[in-house]
């Protein structure tokens, strides 16, 4: 920042008293950042030592433990009284006293976890398996609502994850062991289901950054989907049971209803709305399409998703879409020249050829990137 | 104040349901005891519990009723004078009328048609003095588990019985 300061003071757009304005200013900003980043980890240190105390305090041989553990009902009624208490005293300070918003907010993600122990807890009584979806699906319900109570980025991108977890083992526990179910639809059901839920205009117009996040998860998804299909040596299953057909049924009642409820319907919308009906139609269809097409179809998706992100992020001059893009043009290079290039090129010219491309590459999105700065600084 | 009071309500009643579910099997279901053997009952990472392996694990389709694309085998059992449950026969459909374990298939031998089963009841989560005992005890002599099932073969377990 002082960098560019000065910079302007030169190039004559602020005078000195603006500049020495702009950089006390800047000064002040700084420092308390930095007390703020701080207080936060000296919180999250404070936070994680209490909930481990917690833990230990539980397991500890002492005879109030010896009390508490001599009945299930004990340890269960423990474990949600400590809960609740993280969330209730999280709530007071970060939103009725508001001296203490940090802490708050910490003890508030505490009690996410405290109350993800307890779900533990009752698959321990009950002999579960750890990879059983319903607990995790249980702690995913128990959580998600907090996120949006209290806008809270962190336990709705931990919400995220524990719904990922419990979609997979439901599969697994379902035993879908075919590489259709695991490569495809899985990925697709996840991908869809989350640019779904990013695109409820009630999500997307009160909680944006909650839809940003969503879509970005739904694409990284669709983009490994799609990675995947290049690869595709077509499948041996021949037909669909309606406990896979219903899923993808009402992803589709879902982005209807979105574009139908949606007041705004921008151009985006109507391209990513599209976008999921073509991914659906692609779904359901693979099964019956030759290899050829399979990966013909997966390989025009992937450079539709990554040239749209591109003309996104430049049309709206959004970094994100176009850094997303960037990944994923990244990825999309080196698996293809693993592939190809491993085939027809010797050991070393591979590694050469590889590594230069990689670096041409390299200093081409540096130089994109300067232009890009340049241009929102103007 | 009243959202934070809702989602512990919300937490309890959630707790609630699911201990509800889990405890119907165990209340409502047929109680049979089933022979047990233990292994490697001890894990670093998820605390004590006990393997446990059964003597319905093991299937043998003789009567070639099992289809290779089945996932699970409903397996029908039949008690004897000291309500230990023995298996009976087997379907690849619900049976009606009958005491039946819900079986997932874990592993295929197509070679001489032998399945190995697994009913959900392989943990047994105790305490870490039990799980050593429970260790000693069940790897040398077979022990029995008294389980309950419920009419959709869902199994729990209620206790181990040692030899």
């Known amino acids: 920042m002082e960098k560019f300061l000065s910079k302007w003071l030169n190039e004559g757009l602020i005078n000195k008293n603006q500049y020495l304005d702009l950089l006390n200013d800047y000064k002040i900003q700084k420092e308390k950042t930095i007390k703020t980043a701080i207080n936060v980890t000296i919180y999250i240190i404070g936070a994680l030592l209490l909930g481990l105390g917690i833990i230990l305090f539980i397991s500890a041989n002492n005879w109030i433990l010896e009390f508490l553990n001599s009945h299930n009902i004990l340890k269960v009624l423990s474990m949600f009284f400590i809960s609740s208490i993280f969330l209730y005293g999280g709530y007071i300070l970060a939103y009725e006293k508001n001296k203490f918003q940090k802490l708050g907010n910490c003890l508030i993600f505490l009690s996410t976890l405290s109350i993800g122990g307890l779900i533990a807890l009752l698959g321990q009584i009950y002999n579960l398996r750890s990879d059983y979806f319903g607990l995790y699906f249980l702690w995913f319900l128990c959580i998600y609502p907090l996120a949006f109570i209290f806008k809270n980025m962190a336990i709705n991108i931990l919400s995220c994850v524990i719904f990922i977890f419990s979609t997979i083992f439901f599969f697994g526990a379902n035993d879908f062991q075919e590489g259709y179910i695991w490569g495809v639809y899985v990925p697709f059901i996840l991908g869809a289901l989350f640019y779904s839920v990013g695109n409820i205009p009630y999500i997307k117009n009160s909680f944006n950054d909650f839809s940003n996040i969503y879509k970005k998860i739904a694409l990284f998804a669709i983009f490994i989907l799609l990675i995947i299909q290049t690869f595709s040596s077509g499948y041996t299953v021949q037909s669909y049971p309606i406990s ?91 698996v293809n020249y693993i592939r190809f290039g491993s085939q027809y090129l010797e050991g070393a010219s591979f590694f050469l050829i590889g590594g230069l491309i990689l670096t041409i590459i390299g200093i081409i999105l540096e130089k994109n990137k300067k232009q890009r700065r340049k241009g929102e600084i103007k | 104040m009243k959202k934070v009071i809702y989602i512990i309500i919300l937490w309890a009643l959630m707790s609630i349901a699911f201990c509800i579910n889990q405890e119907s099997i165990k209340i409502l279901g047929t109680k049979v005891l089933l022979k047990t053997s233990a292994y490697d009952p001890r894990d670093i990472l998820r605390g004590d519990y006990a393997n446990l392996r059964f003597d319905i694990e093991t299937l043998y389709d003789n009567e070639n009723k099992i289809d290779k694309n089945d996932k699970y085998v409903y397996v029908i059992l039949e008690t004897d004078k000291d309500n230990i449950a023995h298996i009976k026969s087997y379907s690849n459909t619900k049976p009606k009328n009958e005491l039946f374990i819900k079986g997932k298939i874990y592993i295929k031998h197509f070679k001489d048609k032998k399945y190995t089963l697994r009913y959900g009841i392989e943990h047994y989560f105790v305490d870490t003095k039990t799980a050593k005992h429970l260790e000693k005890i069940l790897s040398s002599k077979n022990g029995l588990a008294r389980v309950a099932i419920d009419k959709s073969g869902r199994a729990k377990i209620i206790e181990i019985i040692e030899p």
């Open chain 1, 244 to 334: 896979l057909i219903l899923p993808v049924f009402l992803l589709s009642l879902i982005n209807l209803s979105n574009y139908y409820f949606e007041k705004d319907k921008t151009p985006l919308l109507k391209l990513e709305t599209g976008f999921i009906f073509v991914l659906i139609g692609y779904i359901l269809t693979a099964l019956y399409m030759n290899v050829f097409l399979i990966k013909l179809i997966a390989n025009i998706l992937i450079i539709f998703i990554i040239s749209a992100q591109y003309y996104w992020g430049h049309k709206f001059e959004n970094e994100k879409y176009i850094s997303l893009a960037t990944k994923f043009l990244s990825i999309y290079l080196i």
